[in-house]
Each structure stands twice: as structure tokens, then as C-alpha cells.
């Protein structure tokens, strides 16, 4: 079965740097598009960064030019650096293969940052 294990959240300093992690298996990794979405709380799910099996990038406009996804296939891992933290970034992240019929979800790293 699919599965995907995120790593890499604490608690960080406002403008400190973060970078999480997410190993996927029972998957064909580098055929699928990835994505890494966040949800704070009291607030509803939010795509975050996204990037497809060829390498196409695309990010919330509150995180650009501060976050960066990337993927290594060969480790079956996405990645999404995380600079210049605010504390309005403190959410759980989820690791997310969106694919046809279901879409596929980690469970979550808490990141928290502090003014």
C-alpha cells in the first residue's frame, strides 16, 4: 500500500529555516506529481507547493520566493525548504500524491514558529 512518512517539523524562530522531508512507498515515485500542503488551525487546507513528475513548480503566493519544493527520485523523497519563516506559516504540512481516483496523504509534521 501507498505510504508516505513526513519528517523534519519543530519549532523554529521567526525567520529561521526548516526543511521537511517525505519518503514515499508502494508507489511509482517518479511518475506521480507531488505536493506539500499545510493546514493551521482554525483555517481550512491549503495547497502549498506542488511539482510534477517533470519537474513543473508551482507555490501559494504567501510562500514564493521563500519555500522551494524539490524531489529526488532515486530516494523516493520530496523535499520543501523552508525560509524565512513567519509565525503565520505554523501549521501541520502534509506530504500529498494527488492522483486519479484518490489522492494519497502523509500524516502530517507539525512546523511552529515563534515571533
Known amino acids: 500500500q501507498v505510504q508516505l512518512v513526513e519528517s523534519g517539523g519543530g519549532l523554529v524562530q521567526g525567520g529561521g529555516s526548516l526543511r521537511l522531508s517525505c519518503a514515499a512507498s508502494g508507489i511509482a515515485f517518479s511518475i506521480n506529481n507531488m505536493a506539500w500542503h499545510r493546514q493551521a488551525p482554525g483555517k481550512q487546507r491549503e495547497l502549498v507547493a506542488f511539482?510534477?513528475?517533470?519537474?513543473?513548480?508551482n507555490y501559494a503566493e504567501s510562500v514564493k520566493g521563500r519555500f522551494t519544493i524539490s524531489r529526488d527520485n532515486a530516494k523516493n523523497t520530496v523535499y520543501l525548504q523552508m525560509n524565512s519563516l513567519k509565525p503565520e506559516d505554523t501549521a501541520v504540512y502534509y506530504c500529498?500524491?494527488?492522483?486519479?481516483?484518490?489522492?494519497?496523504w502523509g500524516q502530517g509534521t507539525q512546523v511552529t514558529v515563534s515571533s
Open positions: 511539482m510534477s513528475s517533470s519537474g513543473t513548480t
Open positions: 500529498t500524491i494527488p492522483t486519479f481516483p484518490r489522492d494519497y
